[in-house]
């Protein structure tokens, strides 16, 4: 278990009290924190943590902010990689937003469940923390507005394909400036997609990412810009797709294919110790408030067991 007490708890929601504009949610919300990590806090009541979650006035996504800018303040370099996950939320019922019957990751079989996408911070020294989060919508609710509306799904957030919502969360942590040495997926979703590949080359965004796609053991061929792209046979079958500059040394496409293996043990701690999975909530928004602010929770006490005297940057 990790140490963080209440002490480092509030000196890191700091970071976040200026946007809870409003006393009462700010308040919810460090006493929904401290419930997460089953620490002390003041008594609240049961509608005060609803409230929060559905109602209250803040801003998830500049929340979001805060923890991805957090996370790089304290653990990032230049050498930072991100490695895109899923992790499945088994459901009861039909009306939480995104639920269906499909593949779950988490258990290893079809059920129902909901599919969140994942952004992982990884640091040189293997340190990995969620830094961004989407909900997959699956093709069933396309078909089905009233379902929609009921969970509060905005038009705007129709049935997008997992390599769409990973792109989303990678564009958006390159363009608040962080370095991203890798971007690394082992699920062949993103390997196969050619679109997926191409948005990250017109970036000059180094990956490695699993393919369905068969290989020898090592194939090459040069790419625009002094970049190569590389063909890898994986062990599990399939391969794994790369490109990087062509001074790379297969040892580094061999490493960096290796990051996905922390990404078990990052969730059952995230689920464990900081209660990703700890929600009830049906709607699409309190998905990604009780998601973002569970990420939070997370990266306090990965943050705090690697940096215990780090005081808040500047």
Known sequence: MYSTGPGPLLHYFQWLEDVFTRAEPRRHAY?????????????????????????????????????????????????????????????????????????????????????????????????TVAIDRELLIPPPWAENPAARRHAGIPDRRQCASREAAALAMINRALDSGMPARWVVADAPYYGDSAAFRRALEHRRVPYVLASNAGSPLVSQRAAPGGYVRWQLGRREGGSYVCYAPARTDLGELAAAASYSQAVPAHFASARGEAGLDRYSVRKWRSWYRHMTLAMFAHAVLRITACRPTTLLPN
Do not use: M
């Open 31 to 127: 006493k929904y924190l401290c419930w997460l990590l089953s620490r002390p806090a003041p008594p609240g009541s049961e509608d005060g943590r609803n409230r929060l979650l559905t109602t209250a006035r803040w801003d998830e996504d500049q929340v979001r902010d805060r923890v991805r800018d957090l996370v790089v303040g304290h653990l990032g370099s230049r050498k930072t990689s991100l490695v895109i996950s899923e992790e499945g939320f088994v459901k009861k019922g039909s009306s939480s937003a995104g639920v269906t019957r499909q593949y779950c990751a988490t258990s290893g079989r079809i059920e129902n469940c909901q599919i969140g996408v994942f952004l992982l911070h990884r640091d040189t020294t293997g340190n």
